[in-house]
């Protein structure tokens, strides 16, 4: 081979290279663009959507929500008090906000006079404010009677607008439902035992679904905290190309 030819192929390799790499960090990009997450605590947050604001769960002192903006959607998961705080919702709901829960947590809403509430099952769908929700299964492996979580009682979701895919986990296992997922852009997973799963079932899961960025959250235990950094190193050593983001969910106070 003449030296003529083995620059030629080194500077198509470098091209190659340097195609591939912006075309992985403009998919990063159009997620981030696409969507815009602002933690609140543990399971609440904020996501800014095309000029929509997401909430899930907000729970807590209303001082975390002093300067939020008006939610257009709130998604709620499940009856436990790190989910459903009834006082915040009748802060926060406005006569047009869209309250998504399931039937178990509808229940208990009799006392927030405002918002518009759906109903979802888990697998049924709605779609509101240009927005489709689809509502996911979440529960705990094995399934006992005893279990923190039961099948059918709660619900995770998956909303999507576009192209764009963002799936909640709520309190659950690795279960088939989630590792069933498919073209997921951002998805946020819990991983505290004894409630939801450990760093590394929670790991086992998210590699089998792939999505493009993967939030933990939901990651306050009995003992402290779920170590999400090893959470990261296991997704990251066997598949580099999922975008861990680790944000602040927790006061340091």
Known sequence: MTTRKIIFLI?????LISIIKMNNR??????ANAVSVDP????SMILNWDGKAIY?????SGENFFKTPTPDLILLTDIHGDHLDLERLQDLSTDNTIIVAPETVADKLNSVQAGILVVLKNGETANHIGFKIEAIPMYN??????????KGRGNGYVIEKGDTRVYVSGDTSGIPEMRNLRDIDIAFVAMN???TMSVEE????????????VYPYHFRTPEGFSDVAKFKE???SQNPKIEVIQLEWYSKS
Do not use: M, R, W
């Open 26 to 31: 403009e998919d990063k990009v159009s997620v």
């Open 11 to 15: 500077v198509l390799g470098l091209a």
């Open 202 to 213: 929670a790991a086992d899961a998210v590699l089998e679904f792939k999505p493009k960025q």
């Open 234 to 236: 296991i997704v990251n």
């Open 56 to 60: 899930t769960d907000p729970v807590g």
């Open 40 to 43: 609140v605590s543990h399971a």
């Open 193 to 195: 035992l004894p409630y």
């Open 141 to 150: 492996l094995p399934e006992t009677e005893k279990s923190y979580h039961t």
